[in-house]
């Protein structure tokens, strides 16, 4: 596995938080013109544009749009847990 498919992998299933689409919360952005959405709850990763740098390849290949809600670890959890 090279270098860019191995921090992929990493941030999509390790350092956010995928959650099914959340009625009670907010996309802060919306990546990917996909009917197909996947909402992620994530601090630093959106603000920093990390996940939008690495959203425009995922969601072609994918064929799905990522809705960035903002949240916290410990908010990102809860929202996980209510699910």
């Known amino acids: 596995m ?3 498919k ?3 992998f ?3 299933n390790i350092l956010i ?3 099914i689409l959340l009625a009670d919360t907010k996309c802060m952005s919306l990546y990917g013109n ?3 959405v996947i909402s992620v709850a994530t601090g630093s990763l959106g603000r920093l544009g990390l996940l939008k740098a690495l959203s425009k390849p995922f969601t072609s290949k994918y064929n799905v749009s990522i809705c960035y809600v903002y949240a916290g670890s410990g908010k990102a ?3 996980l847990h209510q699910k």
Request: no cysteine; charged share 15%.
């Open 10 to 12: 990493i941030v999509i």
């Open 2 to 4: 090279n270098i860019k």
């Open 77 to 79: 959890l809860e929202l």
């Open 34 to 36: 996909s009917e197909n």
């Open 6 to 8: 191995y921090l992929l």
């Open 17 to 19: 938080i995928p959650t």
